[in-house]
């Protein structure tokens, strides 16, 4: 709906129509194949992802002006595994739970939404086969394990036997973790931390609550600019910064500043860089182009009275980086001030910590931040030297390095020396592994995938913020990152159910 919903694409079907006069069905297959390209350009895999859903939502649009019937899945009506090469978002939305016992394609990704959704329905799916839907006959019996990603054809007595105790324990623990949503996060001993959740997009807003998240640790405004790269957008943003906050609201929103550069540009900004992560990225940007950076601000100070917003600056190196946003900010709250138009004048202004120099640099940027949030993906990359998108180093991106837990620790506790509010919003946090050395460590909160609020709530309810200080003084201690795996398995088993960690 959000796709057909987007002014640019009606307005650019209308014109095809009459400017070129083309029928209707010409000009949105034209309209919406120029989409798909322009997402095929962009090198982020997520963003790769929503390529099925403009496809999907084409295919849908045409049956409707060519008047065609779509197959249904919906009708299925006898239990049974689904093996194909792809399936849609919509088709998979569709799917009935009670009947579709699992499925398994040849294509999609980790993040695509075809897996997005069938996590939501808590359908088990094994998605990008590659040649799987080829080999397999109707009638043959499979097993999809979902949590490891693994599909077997035929399986003998042993494996089905194994497969349907993993599967009992699997859904006692979902039970258990659903009643959660209501709880709130805190230990055993009476700690108490706040569960938010990362976004890319303002429509999943809703969902945070329903996963018992309280608001949003990590807005990645970028995916708006991605998705509409040429645009004079400061409306577009102004909606979705809205949106968010009014459905969270009283919650706070966390909302990061374009965070461009690195493996997400849009064409018009991409520089012919030998190091793109060390190059022209984010707060970079921002300053050096402030006619972006402004209209980003004036957009969410003008959404700023809707709810409460916090401003996050990312890939933040120097303290003087945060002084030049606070004087475009205050020149921009003049002006909306002049127009008469109301902001929260006392929106937290934040910084990022995913590099060396802000982590080692802490002390020199709290007195000018108001709080800070910790970017574990990033902090790793730039900490080991290790780019976090390539496959040759992937061994190497090691986020429980000893290295990035002491730059984790010393951030937390200067943060908190100087009483200010510290988060973490790399993918460590949605990691159950990682959980009790985080809550040891008494930060403010955990910012974690959607669909990890509940797994981590359910975890950081069964320990003691005690046992989790140990932790920390034993892990800070260990000298590799072997040792350390060791002691948070050591730590979560009995905990965490094994069998699901990842
Ligand atoms: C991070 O670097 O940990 C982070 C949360 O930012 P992103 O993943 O968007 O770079
Ligand atoms: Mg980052």
């Given at each position: 709906m959000l796709i057909l919903d987007d002014p640019t694409i009606q307005r650019d079907v209308r014109d095809r129509i009459i400017n070129d006069l083309v029928n209707a069905e010409y000009a949105v297959s034209k309209v919406l194949s120029e989409i798909v390209e322009r997402f095929q350009k962009i090198d982020d895999p997520y963003m790769k992802e929503r390529i099925a859903d403009v496809r999907d939502v084409g295919r849908r649009l045409m049956s409707q002006l060519l008047g065609t019937e779509r197959e249904v899945l919906q009708n299925v009506d006898h239990p049974l595994v689904l093996v194909s090469k792809d399936l849609d978002p919509s088709d998979t939305m569709n799917l009935p739970p009670d009947m579709v016992m699992g499925f398994a394609t040849d294509k999609g990704g980790r993040t695509s939404h075809t897996a997005i959704v069938a996590r939501s329905l808590g359908i088990p799916a094994v998605v990008g086969l590659r040649d799987l839907a080829e080999q397999i006959q109707p009638g043959q019996t499979l097993i999809v394990d979902g949590i490891h990603a693994h599909v077997i054809v035929d399986p003998d007595p042993e494996e089905v036997l194994y497969y349907s105790q993993l599967r009992k324990k699997y859904l006692d623990t979902e039970k258990t973790i659903a009643l959660n949503a209501e709880e709130s996060t805190v230990t055993t001993d009476g700690f108490q931390i706040e569960l938010s959740a990362n976004i890319e997009f303002s429509q999943e807003a809703e969902q945070v609550r329903r996963y018992?998240?309280?608001?949003?640790?990590?807005?990645?405004?970028e995916y708006l600019k991605l998705l509409s790269p040429n645009e004079n957008d400061e409306e577009t943003q102004f909606q979705a910064y809205k949106h968010v906050l009014q459905v969270l609201d009283p919650d706070p929103v966390i909302i990061r500043t374009f965070d461009l550069g690195g493996d997400k540009f849009p064409g018009s900004l991409q520089g012919e860089e030998a190091n793109p992560f060390l190059g022209w990225r984010a707060v970079r940007i921002g300053l050096d182009r402030p006619e972006i950076m402004r209209t980003q601000l004036r957009a969410i100070l003008r959404a700023s009275v809707f709810g409460k917003a916090k401003l996050l600056l990312p890939m933040v190196t120097d303290v003087g980086q945060v002084r030049e946003v606070r004087e475009h900010l205050s020149a921009v709250k003049a002006s909306l001030g002049e127009r008469g138009v109301s902001y929260d004048d006392g929106m937290e202004v934040g910084i990022m910590v995913e590099t060396p120099a802000a982590s080692m640099g802490i002390d020199l940027m709290l007195p000018e931040v108001d709080f800070v949030s910790i970017g574990t993906n990033d902090l790793t990359q730039y900490t080991l030297a290790v780019d976090r998108g390539s496959p040759y180093v992937a061994k190497l991106?090691?986020?429980?390095?000893p290295v990035v837990l002491r730059q984790i620790a010393h951030v937390v506790r200067e943060c908190t020396k100087a009483d200010t509010w510290v988060g973490i919003c790399g993918q460590m946090a949605s990691e159950p592994l990682a959980v009790p050395f985080l809550v040891g460590l008494e930060m403010d909160e955990l910012s974690v995938v959607l669909p990890r609020i509940p797994d981590v709530k359910s975890l950081v309810r069964v320990i003691s913020l005690e046992q989790s200080k140990t932790l920390v003084d034993k892990t800070l201690k260990a000298g590799s990152s072997g040792e350390v795996l060791e002691l948070l398995r050591e730590f979560v088993k009995g905990k965490y159910p094994e069998v699901l960690l990842d």
């Open positions: 018992g998240g309280t608001g949003v640790g990590l807005f990645r405004t991106y090691d986020p429980y390095h």
